[in-house]
């Protein structure tokens, strides 16, 4: 009897403990899930005007308690030639696409089946939707969840909505985030009073905000500047959905 109740009580132990472990599964499934679903729930709720999202870095930077500087400025407070600069430097198609720029993202991945380095084809509601929900460095399940998340983000917002939100969350340096701390840190001017050289300097920094300082640029980016510039100047058919 000894035995027979033994076996029963181990039995009995196993089941529970696969039975709790189906628990801790089925948790771990519905939070992934609450996970994959939360950006597309904020993409709506970034809706509302009156709300200013904060990027993963920025949150980064407050668990590591070393603070930032961001100071949120509407979409009309921004230099339009500033726009314009980190669209021709950005994403010149910014307003013809729907999230995706599916002709640069075809050559991406042809590139990568040949062997082939990669180039940038990161758009700029892609390049918001990672500051916003993802996180730096190139892989392609970062990738994977960056393109619906683009295109949903392009689909609910309207072009000036997601303009002013990148422009508010992108990186220009260490602890700096948003295009006013970035005006006044590098040029002692508020976003609405840049000049077309201003602009365009701190456009070409955006790809590597780290290493290219807007405010003491070296030969090689003022050369960037300089045709940033230039294109800015001729972007008008470009620009038509920021601009009547």
């Known amino acids: 009897m000894d035995i027979i109740s033994e076996k029963r009580e181990e039995g009995e132990m196993s089941a529970g403990r696969g039975s709790a472990l189906r628990r801790a599964g089925r948790r771990l499934l519905r939070l992934g899930l609450f996970l994959l679903l939360l950006p597309y729930l904020l993409v709506f709720l970034y809706l509302v005007e009156f709300i200013h999202p904060v990027s993963t870095l920025m949150l980064r930077d407050l668990v590591f308690l070393r603070g930032y500087d961001r100071q949120w400025v509407e979409f ?4 339009p030639i500033l726009v314009q600069s980190v669209m021709m430097s950005e994403d010149g198609q910014f307003c013809a696409h729907t999230g995706v720029d599916w002709v640069q993202m075809r050559g991406v991945v042809e590139d990568a089946l040949e062997g ?3 180039r940038g084809a ?3 509601p892609m390049q918001t939707v990672k500051n916003l929900y993802l996180w730096n460095g190139r892989s392609f399940v970062r990738k994977a969840l960056e393109v619906p998340l683009a295109i949903a983000a392009d689909f609910v917002w309207s072009k000036r909505r997601l303009m002013e939100i990148y422009l508010n ?3 220009w340096g260490e602890g700096i985030y948003g295009i ?3 005006a006044r840190h590098y040029f ?3 976003a609405a009073k840049l000049s077309r050289r201003q602009a365009a300097l701190l456009a070409v920094a955006l790809p590597n905000p780290i290493d290219r300082n807007a405010g003491k640029p070296g030969r090689g980016l003022r050369r960037l500047a300089a045709v940033i510039e230039r ?3 001729q972007s008008r058919d470009y620009i038509t959905c920021l601009y009547d």
Request: aromatic share 0%; glycine share 4%.
């Open 231 to 233: 294109r800015a100047s």
């Open 180 to 182: 006013e701390a970035a």
């Open 169 to 171: 969350v992108a990186e």
């Open 122 to 124: 990161s758009t700029i």
């Open 116 to 118: 082939e380095q990669t």
């Open 76 to 79: 009309e407070e921004i230099a």
């Open 188 to 190: 002692g001017v508020p």
